[in-house]
């Protein structure tokens, strides 16, 4: 069992691996001069220490046993020296240039990445992001790349370098001397067993280090959003506590890691140490035996040490690569979670719509069969009012979210002028859709961006006549900068009132057929309100609207009240018909108003 779980983690890293140069494959061209340069690299830095080789053996060595003149051997030393110099230069140079080559290669890669991840995660459902806390994605697109990009930059570049100097040291220090090499290399062994050792726990290390990782992101993300209600309830210890527990939970994971490749280096430190050792001793012996040449122990004694240096920075590097993989492993994962359906749907062109809206038998569930809405079936008429009223956990909000596709219904159907909305396409659904909700999100920027959403298109007269229809407009003129006012984050210098009526104007600019509104005002106040029911009889004339609401003096007006009650619609008509009938709605109304209707 256990060496099935190993092959198929082999298989699983050679999958991600794969998928890894799927986005270095463009920058290809980039990498193959990368490789040039590490080559030259290499043979310059071997070759200083042959020239250093040739200098000992044949220069000093030539002049102090009278073989060679003082003069000759000081002019080859100087030649030796230039040489040696030249070569210094040259690996500064192209070590720059591969350094900075792999570097613009790297964040190339990352980008493409983060543009990749961020645009998937815009089409990825809500119910993605009902289950993953909004810290963890932001791990994902931010802090998981940025590993990613080491293995590119570092790894790559560094195993290049470490398996070409390895391969030139052993075919040099072979053709030297092969009974010296076996004498270097009889440590070898030993560590090939710690790498092996090593392998098998930095894995686990670093996806524990990972996890970790996105847990204090995932806390951060959560507790900094909500720290108003956190210092109203005098919770500032309790929450330092809980994080306190996670920053420990993550310093501990670290601290394993810190202990492993702690280990690990020491002991690769002592294995070198022990093969120079090996190397002295036997090379020493064949010295005095006039059996090797003072220059050429000297190289074996440095190539020895260059030798197990790549070594050691590939155990580095595996280190690295292992906080690559687990990241990349997340990257991927969130890259396979399946996007929204029917993106385009089956018809291109639905024209301009008239508003029509139809729910037939639809049953709706978040999570397996425990059904929100149970046999829903209701039918909208074109320029028609309609208000949803119930308890909270009716099912009210869900039937905005079916019909704006932001959930998949599991059965029946959901038609707009006789079209079902899977053929639509969520696109074409949402442009002819004005959704205004119960929390209104404000992006930083100014007023004007706000109300366009970014959106070039929409000239500056079109916002402040949006901004006009919803009452907006006083007030904007009023800030400071008037349209070009800064909002801040989530719109902290706005109030709620004046958030919802951006929300408002927002919605109604690009002119939709079908205005929803979604406890648009439940937090604002009475006039403000006043101000939104104002606007609102001019804004409904001639769209389809849809008004959930607890308060309802909001929409009495409206031409059809729909009840909703624990999943099933029980009752259906105008404000008086829904009185008359003392149903649930007229219990509603009584529990609101605290007093009992008289039926007229």
Request: a positive charge; aromatic letters at 10%; charged letters at 25%.
């Amino acid at each position: 069992m256990e060496q099935d779980k190993k092959s198929l983690r082999q298989v699983y890293d050679r999958i991600i691996v794969k998928r890894m140069l799927t986005f270095a494959k463009p920058y290809w061209y980039l990498f193959a001069i990368a490789l040039i340069l590490i080559l030259a690299v290499t043979g310059a830095s071997l070759a200083r220490t042959y020239i250093t080789k040739i200098g000992i053996d044949k220069y000093m060595t030539g002049h102090s046993d009278g073989t060679m003149s003082a003069q000759e051997a000081s002019k080859g030393i100087w030649y030796l020296g230039v040489l040696f110099f030249v070569l210094i230069i040259v690996e500064f140079v192209f070590n720059y240039l591969q350094h900075y080559i792999l570097e613009l290669a790297g964040k190339r890669i990352i980008k493409d990445i983060r543009r990749k991840v961020f645009s998937h995660v815009q089409y990825l459902p809500l119910s993605y992001f009902d289950k993953m806390a909004a810290g963890r994605v932001v791990t994902r697109i931010t802090n998981d790349p940025e590993t990613i990009n080491e293995m590119f930059s570092s790894v790559m570049v560094g195993f290049i370098r470490s398996v070409v100097e390895m391969a030139a040291i052993i075919i040099i220090m072979f053709r030297l001397s092969y009974r010296l090499t076996l004498v270097s290399f009889t440590v070898l062994p030993l560590i090939v067993i710690a790498a092996v050792l090593f392998r098998r726990t930095a894995r686990r290390v670093w996806q524990r280090i990972r996890a970790k990782l996105s847990a204090i992101n995932a806390f951060l993300a959560e507790h900094l959003a909500g720290m108003k209600i956190i210092q109203v309830f005098n919770m500032e210890e309790k929450k330092y506590q809980e994080f306190d527990q996670i920053n420990r939970e993550f310093y501990d994971a670290h601290m394993k890691r810190v202990v492993i490749f702690g280990i690990f280096r020491p002991f690769m430190d002592v294995v070198r140490t022990l093969a120079v050792a090996l190397l002295l001793w036997y090379g020493g012996r064949n010295i005095l035996a006039g059996l090797l040449e003072f220059g050429t122990l000297y190289m074996f004694v440095d190539y020895i040490g260059r030798f197990y240096h790549p070594i050691m920075e590939l155990t580095e590097q595996f280190n690295v690569l292992q906080s690559s993989m687990v990241s990349a492993e997340r990257v991927f994962n969130l890259l396979e979670e399946a996007q929204e359906q029917n993106v385009e749907g089956k018809i291109q062109d639905i024209g301009q719509i008239k508003g029509e809206i139809e729910f037939k038998n639809v049953w709706f569930a978040y999570v397996d069969e425990n059904w929100v809405l149970k046999d829903v079936s209701f039918k909208i008429k074109p320029g028609e009012s309609v208000a949803f009223v119930g308890a909270t956990g009716a099912g009210k909000t869900s039937i905005i979210n079916l019909l704006c596709g932001f959930y998949e219904h599991q059965k029946g159907q959901i038609l707009i002028d006789g079209i079902d909305i899977r053929d639509i396409g969520k696109e074409r659904l949402r442009k002819n859709i004005g959704l205004v909700l119960q929390d209104v999100s404000l992006f930083s920027g100014d007023i004007a961006t706000n109300i366009r959403l970014f959106d070039s298109d929409i000239s500056m007269e079109e916002v402040e006549k949006a901004a006009k229809h919803v009452n907006a407009h006083d007030f904007i003129q009023k800030l400071n900068g008037g349209y070009s006012h800064q909002v801040g984050e989530g719109g902290a210098t706005l109030s709620v009132g004046q958030r919802q009526l951006i929300s408002f104007a927002r919605a109604l600019i690009r002119d939709p057929k079908i205005l929803v509104m979604d406890e648009a005002t439940s937090h604002v106040d009475t006039e403000t309100e006043i101000l939104i029911q104002d606007a609102l009889i001019n804004l409904m004339k001639g769209r389809t609207t849809i008004a959930i609401a607890h308060r309802l003096s909001t929409i009495q007006n409206a031409d059809k009240i729909i009840v909703i009650h624990k999943g099933r619609i029980r009752e259906m008509g105008n404000h008086q018909e829904l009185l008359n009938k003392r149903g649930l709605y007229y219990n509603l109304y009584r529990l609101q108003y605290d007093q009992e209707y008289k039926v007229v």
